[in-house]
Structures are given as C-alpha cells and as structure tokens.
C-alpha cells in the first residue's frame, strides 16, 4: 500500500534574487513498511525533500499524495491538523519541551490529537518502554543524554501512531554507540510494528542499517536500490 | 497541558518574568497610588475652600452675589440662624455683613471686603480663628477690632495694634469711616482669598452703616456633608424669599478645579500605561524570539496556532495574575498609610497657595478604584501579549527549525 505518492515536484528558493533550485523533479513512492534513508551530498535536496514529503513545505509545481490527501490543497491550518494526525516527526535537535518530563512531551501529542487521559497515561508509558527509557519517564529533556532525548523524540513520534515517522539527520548529533542505539529501536519498531520511517543521513553505518536508500544528487534522484 | 507549559515557562526564564510582574506591579501601584494622590489633593482642596472660605451653604438676598450692593439684606438676620440652627441637618449657623471698602493706614490704601462677623459663631462655620498668626481672632469686648492678613499687613506696613481707618459707602451713596485697630493677623493657604478680605465685628459695621437686625449674608455648616441638596431644598422653602447656594454654586472654581486634576491625573495614567504597554511587549517578543525552533517544533508536530496564541497570552495573564494584586496590596497600604500620616508637600506650597492649596495632602481612593484600575492595568498587560502572540503564530516551522 503506497502511503507517499509525490510526482514530478520542483522548488526553487529565492526564486527572484538568487534562485536555487533544490528539487528539479522528483517523483518518489513509499510504501507501508519500509524503511528507507534518504541520502546525498550536503545541499543536494534532502531537507527540502522531507519537508515537502512532511507538510511542513509546498512545492512550486509537482503533486503530493501523503496517505490518500492531496496535502497542495491544504491551508495552513488544516496542514496542521494533517500533521497531528499523520505524520510523526524527529528533528535533529530541538525535539522536546524543555519545561516537559520524557512522558509529558510524549503525550502531548496524543493531548492535541484529544485522546483520553487513561490511554494517553499507558501509551506514554509503553513508548517510552519501547525506546529502553522507562526510567528516564520523569526527567526533563535537559537531564537526558543527546541519545536519550533522540529516543524520547522517537516515543513521542510514534505514540500519535502517524502512517510513518520522518526524520532529518536524526542521528547527526549522536556518538556511535547512541547511533547505532537508535537505530536498532527504529529497526526493531519497523519489525515489530510495521512503522515506516524514512530519514536522511550522512553517515554510511546508517546508510547500511536501511533497507531502501534513495540518493539525491543536485536536486534530482540519481538512485533508488532496495536490499 | 497548556496551562502547566505556560506556567512552567515562566520560571524559564526568571530574570525576564520578574521583570514583566515588576512592570505590572509597579504600574497598578503608581496607577492607584496616582488616583489616591489626585483624591486628596482634591478633597483637601475643596476641604480648605469649605472651611475657610464658602461653608457648605450660603444664603443671599437674590440679588446680592451678583452685585454686592449693600441695600440687598436679608431682614431679621437673627431670628433666621435661630430658625436654621433649629433644624436637625444643620449643624452651625453664623451671619455676615458684608462691604466693599477701603482700608488705609498711614502707609497707604487697599480695597477689601469688609466681613463683618460674630465672634461667637463664626468660628463654628469656618476656620478663621485658626488662621490667626499672631495677635488674636476678633473680641465684641474691645473697640471696634480688625483682622487683616498677614499679605495685607505687609503691604500697609501694619501689626498688631496699629490703626486703621476703614472707609465706605453706606446705602444712600454717604461715605462712612470708622477707625479700627489691627486685633491679629491671619493667612490661609488661599493667597488670593487673604489679599482681598478682611474681619470685623458685626455689630461695630452694622453700627456705622445703621443695620439693625440685618445683614447680607447666612452661612452655615451641615452635620450630613452628602446631603448637600436635599438640605438646600430644605432651606430654600424654609426662607422663600432668599436664594440659598451649595459651595459648588458659590465657588464654581471647585469644580473646575476638580476637572482640571482630573485631567492631568489621565494623561498620566496614559504615560504609564503606554510605558507598561511597550515594556510587556518588548519582554514577550524577547520571550518569544529566542523561543523559535521550540514553538516551530510544536507547530510541526501539530499545535495550532490558536493553541500556540494561547500559550503566549496565557504565560502573561499568568504573570499578570500574580503581580496585579500584588501591585494592588502595595497601593493599599501606601495609600492607606499617607492617608493618616499625609504627604507633605509645604516645600512646594508658596505656588500651591496661590491656588488655595492645602499643605498636607492626604491620599483617598473609592475602594471601587482597586479592582477597577486592577483590572485595566491586568487588561493593559493582557492586550500588550498580543502582538508577540500574534508573532508566535506568523513564525512558519520550516523557517522557525532549518532542520525538519
Ligand atoms: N530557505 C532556504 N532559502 C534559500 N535556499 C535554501 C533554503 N533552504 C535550502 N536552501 C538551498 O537549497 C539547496 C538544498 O538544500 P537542502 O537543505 O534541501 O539540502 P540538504 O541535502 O538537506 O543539505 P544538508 O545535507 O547540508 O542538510 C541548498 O543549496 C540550500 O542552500
Ligand atoms: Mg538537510
């Protein structure tokens, strides 16, 4: 089942000063389940790209189809709702409420999407279980390692159970041991619970880790290989 | 949720929120303290004018205030204080005969009213008696005694004991003179009201003009100072012939006073509110700035912009909330406090004077005054949180956070 169907999109920045064109015209399908890593050199569109794939970007021209909503004609408000409810994100850094315990910030995703306390107070629990934090639950963000708030971010990400997760460089501010300890939760999570999760990188020990690897290269796929 | 966010993020930042609650607190204090200062200024004001000079009602000839001549007299003066003491809301009488004259001693001449009074029950309408500097109030058992102020007195050179020649007309166009001699000297904190009057015995003025039982002028004090009108009606059907006045009548400039304070008091308020208006608002966009990639993260994650709206706002009521009534306490106590101990502002007083000013000023308020201005100060804060809110909301994520 194709949850990301986006064809022949472009965008350009600055288009009356300095334009840069950071997507020439991609098209690209995800399915249900996998677990894909978006790559290229810096400045080759993945930003760009998962925004769009994200709603949180329009592009110029093209068409994006993210499980079943043609997001273009979304306004604003409605993005934001489109978000809340389909898609779970981990940003590189700045994940979390700072004033927010690890299970506080994870749910208040599940407070906007208006879940009911009982289920909200488990679900939080079992996230945080499920990404190795379940003694951390009361401690803010600042009293967690990098590693720990990236996993926190991940619990939070899948506990508003989007269609897929997204994640820019997720793991670009990480030492290798929190690395490859993400990764093995994002692995196990796409095992276990069939979560798609589509992330950018630039480090190759995560580059192995994926099953599908899409490189961009100024603007343009160059490649899509499935392991 | 939103609740606890915003509570928390306020301790974030405590150096920042000291700061807004500070700007609240100082501003309903000064707000308050302002409006308390302005309604004792007035009310000593309007006090000194009723005790020194106008009382609470006067009665005239219909004629007299308008053109003092002096055949506009009321008749049987006597026997109208003993029928007005009689009444339950009046609480002291006194009668007056009243000339415009010359008074000259051997230095020169000036104009004056000549108040002719009686000793006995004018000091219980007004306060002359106790603006006496030197010398003492006047005396039915010396000779044909004045007061002159101590303006006056400087002018013509004269003091206690020295003598005077008072000259004026009688009602057939006659001119009288009587010789007096200066008993004391008074100065009120109306300059202006001291430079144009002076006090005689009644009886030693009606005894040159030939009054008998006669007299110009009823003034008296009443036990209820807010029943002011109904009292007038009462006096007005009880002396039909004669107009009968409140001291807002008679000194209009009371008023005008009143309103001219009252003015500059609200340009003042606008001053602070406009500098509370920018203080909050330079705070909270500060508050909201440096917050940017947080409130970019919450939007992307699926916070709307109502609720991030009212995030922001609710961070100030929250602060405001805290300090409002905290501000309100400060301006309860200091209000409180130089309500009985009074502001003293005689270093100031030689240009008060001029304006009949009082030298202590003691601070009141309607208690209405505390939740009102409490409130449009909290509301002042509130609508200052707006515009950062407004700015939270027009943040876009993809720019609040480089990175998704
Ligand atoms: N908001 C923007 N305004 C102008 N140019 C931009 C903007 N965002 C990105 N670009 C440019 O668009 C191009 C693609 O940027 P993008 O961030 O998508 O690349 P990236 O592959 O994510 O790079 P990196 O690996 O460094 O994160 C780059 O040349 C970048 O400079
Ligand atoms: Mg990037």
Redesign the interface.
Known sequence: MKIIEIQNIKKTYNPDTVPVRALRGVDLEISKGEFTAIVGPSGSGK?TL??II?G??KPDTGTVNINGTDVIKLS??EM??F???NIG?V?????L????TAK?NV???M???NRDSKERESRSKSMLEAVGLSDKLDKRPAELSGGQQQRVAVA?ALA?TPAFV????PTANLDSESTANLLDIMAQLNDEEGMTFIFSTHDQRVIDRARRVVTLVDGNIESDVRK | ?LL??AW??IW?SRLRSLVVMGAIVIGAWAVLFLAGFQGGFVEGYVRNAIENQVSHLQVHHPGFREEKKIDFLIEGIDAKVAQLLENKTIKSATARTIVNGMLSSSKGARGVFINGVNPNTEPTVTKVHETIIDGDFLNQNKRNPILVSKKTAEKLKLKVRSKVVLTFQDKDNEILAGSFRVIGIFETSNAKFDEVNAYVVKKDVDRLLGFENQGHELAMLLNEPDSLLAAQEVISALLPDLKTETYQEISPDVRLFESQIQSSAYIILVIFMLALIFGIINTMLMAVLERT??L??????????V?VYTMVVLETIMLGVIAAPLGIILAYLTINYFNKKGIDLSAYSEGMKEFGMAEMVYTTIAPSMYWQLGVAVFVTAVLASLYPAYKAISLR??EA????
Do not use: C
């Open positions: 930003t998962l925004n994200g949180l970007d604003d408000n934001i709702n978000r809340r409810e994100f940003f590189q850094s700045y994940n409420i700072p004033v927010l506080e749910e208040f995703v407070l906007l999407q939070r508003g997204l994640a820019d460089e | 949720m606890k966010i928390r993020n974030r990639r947080e970019g993260m919450l939007m992307a994650v699926g916070m709307n912009k609720k994520p993809v956070i480089r990175a998704i």
